[in-house]
């Protein structure tokens, strides 16, 4: 992305992603914040200043409160089929999201969607959700013949909640692929504005966050470029919040070829998720989640 060190590989452009590699970050240090969290350093020293701000912008604010009364899902949307997936061809045909409908889908029923907690948004239809996972158009195909209303259980900003889902039938399994029928909540405008200009220092996260099933482990996607030591992710953790500061590790001078390159970086945090809000320091907003397979950030 830069021929020299002053251009940034953060930079929002279009870029070639040259791979997408794991990366842990580990923890190598800790502070204290004045509201008692901690600043967990993976390695990089990046300035904890934009971290604590943000923290304390969304501490309190009508937007944390819009934000947790809403549903905002954290976990995977799709469930897959017990056994999925048979061979390479099946598992393939998932992740380049090409499916193959043979049979009728139902109408969204003319009710409101029910989240464990009162209220809900309404249910999308089986249609729209079947063409959330089919956006493949070549190689192998996962052939749909049906579907039914059900639900799933899906971690949310809320905790573990039982979400209204179709369940999908698909041919050789015994069991049916599940994917949520109701739409997240809108984000609320974010208290706080996002920084003006990206560094190595501090630049925005490159792409969403997953939290695993034990609610602390938690991967994102971050972005470097061709003439250094990789990214790093600085976490602050407050009772309210996850604060996490991307960096880039060990840049050099010199030439370098105009590329950013994205990597998986995983964070093991002091404590579960539970309902706390998941925030980008550097824009300060929370943290999208993405589907595998998923071309862009999906907020379903």
């Known amino acids: 992305m830069r021929p020299a ?3 940034k590989p953060f930079v929002v452009k279009p870029f070639v992603v040259l791979g997408l590699v794991a990366v842990a970050a580990t923890a190598c240090g800790a502070g204290t914040t004045p509201g008692g969290g901690k600043v967990r350093d993976s390695g990089r020293g990046a300035d904890q200043g934009r971290a604590r701000q943000v923290a304390a912008a969304w501490e309190g604010s009508e937007a944390a409160r819009v934000w947790r009364d809403g ?9 897959l089929p017990e056994g999925a997936f048979h061979d390479d061809a099946d598992k393939r045909a998932y992740l380049t999201q090409n499916f193959e409908l043979r049979g009728s889908l139902p109408d969204a029923p003319q009710k409101k969607a029910r989240i464990r907690w009162p209220g809900g948004d309404s249910l999308t239809s089986a249609r729209a959700a079947y063409e959330q996972l089919d956006r493949g158009n070549a190689g192998p195909a996962l052939t749909v013949t049906g579907a ?35 739409a997240p909540s809108k984000l609320p405008a974010p208290p706080v504005k996002a920084v003006s ?16 099933d034990d609610n602390r482990t938690v991967t994102l996607r971050a972005g470097h470029g061709s003439c ?30 105009a590329d950013l390159r994205i990597e998986k970086v995983t964070v093991k945090l002091d404590r579960p998720v539970g309902d706390r809000m998941l925030l980008d320091a550097f824009t300060g907003r929370p943290v999208p989640y993405e ?5 862009s950030p999906s907020r379903s």
Request: hydrophobic share 35%; net charge negative; charged share 20%.
């Open 71 to 79: 549903y905002h899902p954290l976990g995977d949307p799709v469930q």
């Open 197 to 212: 200009r990206q560094t190595d220092e501090l630049g925005p996260l490159a792409g969403p966050a997953t939290v695993a």
């Open 228 to 257: 250094d030591d990789g990214p790093a992710v600085d976490v602050l953790e407050t009772g309210g919040s996850v604060v996490f500061s991307a960096s880039i590790r060990g840049v050099s001078d010199g030439p370098c070829t």
């Open 148 to 182: 039914r209303l059900g639900d799933m259980t899906l971690l949310t900003s809320r905790g573990p909640a039982k979400v209204p889902a179709w369940h999908f039938t698909v041919e050789g399994y015994d069991t049916p692929l599940k994917r949520v029928a109701v």
């Open 5 to 7: 060190r002053s251009v």
């Open 291 to 295: 589907q595998p397979g998923s071309a």
